[in-house]
C-alpha cells in the first residue's frame, strides 16, 4: 500500500526542518570563523602568529597549566611547515576543522596532536602525556574510574592490534570506532569547538 498524503507531508516537514537546523549551525559557524580571522587580523597585523599571541587570543595566559599545554599541542599541530608560527591560512584551516570537520579529519587530526614527535606513530608516553593533560581539563577518576595510566593500558589493549607496544594512523582510526569510550578520547572529546569558541576573547 502506498504512503499516505499525509505521511509525505509529515516527513517532508521533518526534513525541511533539518535542512534548517543544519543550516542554521553553518551560518553559525561561519560566522563564528569569520569573527575569530577578524580577532586574527586585528591581533596579528604581520600575518604570522606566534604561539605566545595565539595564547593571547585564546585568553589562556593566566588559566591553568592544562589550559595552556593543550593549546600549544593544538598550536603545533597547524603550524604545518614547523616553523613556530601560524600563519592566515594554517590558522583558518583550524578553525575550520575544529568548528565544522567531518570525524575522519577530526581523528586525523587527533592523531596528530597525540603524534608528539610526528613519526607517525603513537606510542605510550605520547598517549599517556595527553590524557594526564585532558584528564586534568576535563577527566575526573570519580567520572571514569580509571587514572591517566590505566586509561592508557585500556587504549592500548584495544587499539594496538598486532601487540608491538605503537598504535599507528590505521590503528587509531579504526580503534576510534570500536566502542563510544573509547570514541571520546581518541577524538579528543573535551569539547574543542566549544572549548575554542568560549576561551576565544570576544571583540569590543
Given at each position: 500500500m502506498p504512503?499516505s498524503?499525509?505521511?509525505?507531508?509529515?516527513?517532508?516537514?521533518?526534513?525541511?526542518?533539518?535542512?534548517?537546523?543544519?543550516?542554521?549551525?553553518?551560518?553559525?559557524d561561519?560566522a563564528q570563523?569569520?569573527?575569530?580571522?577578524?580577532?586574527?587580523?586585528?591581533?596579528?597585523p604581520?600575518g604570522a602568529?606566534?604561539?605566545?599571541?595565539?595564547?593571547?587570543?585564546?585568553?589562556?595566559?593566566?588559566s591553568?597549566?592544562?589550559d595552556?599545554q593543550f593549546?600549544?599541542?593544538?598550536?603545533r599541530?597547524?603550524?604545518?611547515?614547523?616553523?613556530?608560527?601560524?600563519?592566515?591560512?594554517?590558522?583558518v584551516?583550524?578553525?575550520?576543522l575544529?568548528?565544522?570537520?567531518?570525524?575522519?579529519?577530526?581523528?586525523?587530526?587527533s592523531?596528530?596532536?597525540?603524534?608528539?614527535?610526528?613519526?607517525?606513530?603513537?606510542d605510550?608516553?605520547?598517549?599517556?602525556?595527553?590524557i594526564r593533560?585532558?584528564?586534568?581539563?576535563?577527566?575526573h577518576?570519580?567520572?571514569?574510574g580509571?587514572?591517566p595510566s590505566?586509561?592508557?593500558d585500556?587504549?592500548?589493549d584495544?587499539?594496538d592490534?598486532?601487540n608491538d607496544?605503537?598504535?599507528?594512523?590505521?590503528e587509531?582510526m579504526?580503534?576510534?570506532?570500536?566502542?563510544?569510550?573509547?570514541?571520546?578520547?581518541?577524538n579528543?572529546?573535551?569539547?574543542?569547538?566549544?572549548?575554542?569558541?568560549q576561551?576565544?576573547?570576544?571583540?569590543?
Open positions: 504512503p498524503k499525509c505521511w509525505y507531508l509529515r516527513n517532508h516537514k521533518r526534513t525541511a526542518a533539518m535542512r534548517q537546523d543544519q543550516s542554521s549551525s553553518d551560518e553559525g561561519v570563523i569569520q569573527e575569530m580571522c577578524l580577532i586574527f587580523l586585528r591581533e596579528c604581520s602568529l606566534h604561539l605566545h599571541e595565539f595564547k593571547k587570543i585564546f585568553g589562556v595566559q593566566s591553568s597549566p592544562e595552556s593549546l600549544e599541542t593544538i598550536f599541530s597547524f603550524d604545518t611547515n614547523q616553523d613556530n608560527t601560524l600563519d592566515f591560512i594554517e590558522y584551516a583550524a578553525l575550520n575544529i568548528l565544522r570537520g567531518n570525524l575522519e579529519d577530526r581523528l586525523k587530526w592523531f596528530k596532536m597525540y603524534d608528539r614527535d610526528g613519526n607517525g606513530k603513537l605510550r608516553n605520547e598517549v599517556k602525556r595527553l593533560i585532558l584528564y586534568k581539563i576535563k577527566l577518576k570519580n567520572e571514569v580509571l587514572t590505566q586509561i592508557c585500556r587504549i592500548f584495544l587499539v592490534d598486532n607496544g605503537e598504535i599507528t594512523l590505521s587509531f579504526e580503534g576510534a570506532k570500536k566502542d563510544q569510550w573509547l570514541m571520546d578520547l581518541l579528543l572529546d573535551v569539547n574543542t569547538s566549544g572549548w575554542v569558541t576561551n576565544c576573547r570576544k571583540l569590543p
